[in-house]
């Protein structure tokens, strides 16, 4: 019997979750609070007759006759008034990656964290493309699983980068490995707790059984209880203690000890991935690969031939002597710290953009005499500014836009000198997402 459901959302992500319900048959009410959307352009993307219609403004309970499910695009908050409305009808509420987890098929990677996710993702989804025929790389890493999940298939791999927005509604979601690669301070604007945010993290396992894997870091104090509590198998990573079971640093080596056996993954100088993040980005993968049955030896190989990715400690150009890097995705102070961290030496900083209400101390005091000056944008600039002022860091510069912040750090900066965009904060105010704001830097270092 057919359904009729309710997807909240006409972004990228709604717009692939219509896709994959109208194609089993099933009915589709597309909403969204904005009430300035043009109904008609979001009905031409479809060309179904009947199947689906489109809600905008209030939600009402009325408007939910026959609604059976909800699913909600992970950039909705959960504290929307339209969801008290489908609380009071009992209408329950999965987030995309449940509704696609519901209708794919073969064996499934999950790996989520705060910092480190779509580097981790797209590295583990080339070490099983090395290995695997069919292989489906989704989630935030930019292709919405939802969009692929009917073309897997028995003997197909999929990996998925999921969020903490994603998490927060899943039902029997289960990953076969799942990873959480660590947790800092992140999204405090929607979790509002760090309790809160790390239960929510923590759900990835939720449905995990003992044949299953997990991958935790073991640096992280949190995730390193948190293995000795869940059912799946842990494997734990560390760059910064040497593991007798696990994955760790011998000098300058990523190795693996598993049962008394050594195995060296990869040398740091031969890698392409700059910083001890990175480090330990190569182990979770590493970790995830091999309990998905990936050899050894096509995991090391894969790992010496892996490039960043793209707005990830991004090397853009080099000009007049002086490097440019491009960290849009460092979207909170810790990605931020991390990228300053893997500057090989004097850098000017471009930094500032929407405030999730992080906080900026420790990201500060980072820069640890390798900042030379440092060029703001956006809402957070004066807080930042502040926070700077109280560390005793007061080479501190505001730009209005993205150009402008591009051509100051040029002007001061030296031969031999870095400039960075890791902003530290979300786009959201200025650009539409961080690949924009990673474009338009790029473009600005381009056109100097």
């Excluded at 064996?107 to 989520?112: E, F, G, R, Y």
């Excluded at 991390?338 to 992080?358: R, V, W």
Aim: charged residues 25%.
């Amino acid at each position: 019997m057919n359904q009729k459901i309710l997807v909240a959302g006409s972004g990228k992500s709604g717009i692939a979750a219509v896709g994959l319900i109208l194609k089993t048959g099933d009915e589709v009410i597309l909403y969204d609070s904005n009430d300035a959307l043009n109904k008609d352009e979001l009905l031409h993307q479809f060309g179904e007759e009947g199947r689906i219609s489109v809600l905008l403004g209030e939600l009402k309970k009325e408007d939910l006759s026959g609604v059976s499910l909800c699913v909600i695009s992970p950039g909705i908050s959960l504290e929307a008034p339209f969801v008290a409305v489908l609380k009071e009808a009992d209408i329950p509420v999965w987030s995309e990656i449940q509704l696609a987890y519901h209708h794919a098929k073969g064996k499934l990677a999950a790996i989520t964290g705060t910092n480190g996710k779509t580097t981790t993702t797209a590295l583990i989804g080339e070490i099983m493309k090395a290995y695997y025929e069919h292989v489906f790389v989704v989630g935030n890493i930019g292709v919405p699983y939802t969009e692929e999940a009917l073309k897997t298939t028995e003997d197909s791999v999929t990996v998925a980068e999921v969020s903490s927005f994603q998490l927060e509604t899943i039902t029997d979601f289960r990953p076969d490995v799942s990873a959480i690669l660590n947790i800092t301070p992140d999204h405090l604007d929607r979790h509002k707790t760090m309790e809160c945010y790390i239960e929510v993290k923590e759900r990835i396992t939720s449905n995990q059984r003992s044949q299953d894997f997990c991958i935790l870091n073991y640096d992280d104090p949190v995730l390193r209880e948190f293995g000795k509590t869940i059912k799946p198998q842990v494997v734990y990573f560390s760059s910064r203690q040497f593991l007798e079971e696990g994955y760790c640093m011998d000098g300058d080596r990523i190795i693996r000890n598993h049962n008394g056996e050594r195995t060296e993954i990869a040398d740091i100088h031969g890698v392409q991935l700059l910083g001890r993040h990175n480090h330990e980005n190569i182990m979770a993968a590493a970790a995830v690969a091999a309990e998905m049955g990936v050899p050894m030896e096509i995991i090391s190989q894969a790992v010496r031939e892996f490039k960043a990715v793209e707005h990830r400690i991004e090397f853009v150009a080099e000009k007049a002597g002086v490097k440019y890097y491009n960290d849009s995705k460092g979207t909170n102070p810790d990605a931020a710290i991390q990228a300053i961290k893997a500057m090989p030496g004097p850098t000017l900083l471009i930094a500032g953009g929407y405030d999730k209400n992080s906080q900026y101390d420790e990201w500060i005091e980072s820069f640890d005499g390798k900042v030379k000056y440092m060029v703001l944008l956006g809402q957070t600039r004066e807080k930042i500014a502040e926070c700077a002022a109280r560390h005793g860091f007061t080479n501190v510069m505001y730009a209005e836009d993205m150009q402008e912040a591009v051509k100051v750090c040029a002007s001061y900066a030296n031969r031999g000198d870095h400039v960075l965009l890791s902003p530290a904060c979300a786009s959201w105010g200025m650009f539409k997402c961080y690949e924009e704001r990673g474009e338009i830097f790029k473009e600005s270092v381009r056109n100097l």
